[in-house]
């Protein structure tokens, strides 16, 4: 009987250690990771001061009613949705006509992060990709984003040159994961056939 009693007692010695240790671990790892600053809220909120950051460090003025074609002031971002602003630099050819909905569009373009020392990635000519990136306007695409096409919208011409700033919501699938806000520079060509 003495020795059931010790080998029960040996077994019940050795789980509270272990049961313990895990209550330890457990513990760790709720508490560390409720603490952390990467929870998606806290991403969304640095994203916001990232592009407050990148806008006041470049003098932009948000503006809130499109001005006339030829009327952009060079420092003046139209809001064109939540965090998303866009600027129009080159007007275009007016002679021709405006973007519609399920036009083919071609794109070329510059991406950079709003940081002080931004990453950025370049397709602006023929040099850096051969052919521009392809896709209908207004229609949902892996080939282009939302933010693009709200660019495009405003941009209007072909020859046209605008810059957007975007929040990850608005941008490319991986820029939603990472939760990474960009501008791009944008060079517009229509193509009707």
């Known amino acids: 009987m003495s020795r059931i009693f010790n080998n029960s007692f040996n077994a019940l010695h050795i789980s509270p250690k272990i049961s313990i240790f895990g209550l330890i671990l457990s513990c760790t790892l709720v508490f560390g990771?409720?603490?952390?600053?990467?929870?998606?809220?806290?991403?969304l909120k640095n994203e916001k001061k990232t592009i407050d950051d990148f806008i006041k460090r470049n003098n932009i003025n948000i503006i809130y009613e499109e001005p006339d074609y030829d009327k952009w002031g060079e420092k003046d971002y139209l809001?064109?949705?939540?965090?998303?602003?866009?600027?129009?630099?080159?007007?275009?050819?007016?002679?021709?006509?405006?973007?519609?909905?399920?036009?083919?569009?071609?794109?070329?373009?510059?991406?950079?992060?709003?940081?002080?020392?931004?990453?950025?990635?370049?397709?602006w000519n023929t040099n850096?990709?051969?052919?521009?990136?392809?896709?209908?306007?207004?229609?949902?695409?892996?080939?282009?984003?939302?933010?693009?096409?709200?660019?495009?919208a405003?941009?209007?011409?072909?020859?046209?040159?605008?810059?957007?700033i975007c929040p990850s919501k608005l941008g490319f699938q991986t820029d939603?994961?990472?939760?990474?806000?960009?501008?791009?520079?944008?060079?517009?060509?229509?193509?009707?056939?």
């Open 79 to 123: 809001q064109v949705g939540d965090y998303c602003y866009f600027h129009l630099s080159v007007m275009g050819d007016t002679l021709t006509e405006e973007v519609d909905t399920k036009d083919d569009v071609n794109i070329r373009y510059r991406k950079y992060t709003l940081t002080l020392d931004p990453d950025t990635i370049s397709y």
């Open 176 to 193: 939603a994961s990472s939760v990474t806000p960009y501008g791009y520079d944008l060079k517009l060509q229509i193509r009707r056939f």
């Open 128 to 152: 850096e990709l051969p052919t521009p990136i392809e896709f209908q306007f207004n229609v949902s695409s892996t080939n282009a984003c939302t933010a693009w096409h709200y660019a495009i």
């Open 33 to 43: 990771t409720s603490c952390s600053n990467t929870s998606y809220s806290n991403q």
């Open 154 to 164: 405003k941009m209007k011409y072909t020859g046209s040159e605008g810059t957007v």
